[in-house]
């Protein structure tokens, strides 16, 4: 059974102007299971409540049939990490919509490189693996707090993938030395494991970066040139 993102009628357009940059204020296209969240334009949509608390967003994905989401990057980084840590908590794969010729490049030999890298990925494991222990056990003395922490970033084909690194509190020497030596970045090694990012390749781009694309020419997928005529009406009940 769905479930559908539409807010309830009632105050459905009571909206005053402190909402007025809200996340409810998007338009969401739907085609073929993937959703796509773009900023608002001529095409005008009521706003959306419900897109305001991320618990609210995350049961409406888990209970539709989506696959996939994709998000325009003039949304802004705020509403790309909100969208991102929702999709992640959905279990929903999350993408950049990212104009064609932006893309970073899916090479014809990357299943060879991919084999490479892991490969070279594991074997660094291996090696550096008393390394890391020693750090974390270093971080328990020196700090307290989470001991990793994930930053998103945008891989091939605009997927977004969270990458892991020491939570190094640059404020301490401990902190200060390891970022000196790239050493809070150690973790990363299971991101190229998972085939989120490589090591002789692009390791992707941040979100703050990735927002940069929307200044270049956009190159709109086949997908999105029907857009309007799939537009997330109030009578849909499959999302």
Not at 19 to 27: L, P
Not at 42 to 58: E, F, G, T
Not at 68 to 80: N, Q
């Amino acid at each position: 059974m769905t479930a559908s993102i539409i807010p309830t009628l009632e105050n459905l357009y009571d909206v005053t102007q402190e909402h007025q940059d809200n996340r409810g204020y998007c338009t969401l296209l739907w085609r073929r299971g993937q959703l796509l969240v773009k900023p608002r334009g001529q095409v005008k949509q009521p706003y959306l409540p419900s897109l305001d608390s991320k618990r609210s967003l995350v049961e409406c994905l888990q209970h539709s049939p989506v696959t996939l989401v994709s998000i325009d990057p003039k949304l802004g980084e705020a509403l790309l990490r909100f969208w991102a840590d929702a999709c992640k908590e959905a279990d929903k794969p999350i993408f950049l919509s990212i104009p064609t010729g932006n893309k970073l490049p899916n090479q014809p030999w990357r299943e060879l490189q991919r084999l490479i890298d892991w490969i070279a990925a594991f074997v660094l494991l291996l090696l550096v693996s008393p390394v890391m222990l020693g750090l974390i056990v270093l971080m328990q003395i020196d700090s307290t707090g989470s001991l990793f922490c994930h930053e998103w970033r945008v891989g091939e084909r605009g997927k977004l993938f969270q990458v892991i690194k020491f939570c190094s509190h640059n404020i301490t020497p401990l902190g200060r030395w390891m970022g000196k030596y790239n050493l809070d970045n150690l973790p990363q090694l299971f991101n190229v494991l998972r085939g989120d990012m490589s090591l002789t390749g692009s390791r992707g781009w941040t979100l703050e970066d990735a927002v940069q694309l929307n200044k270049l020419p956009e190159i709109k997928a086949s997908w999105e040139v029907e857009s309007e005529s799939h537009l997330l009406h109030l009578d849909s009940q499959t999302l």
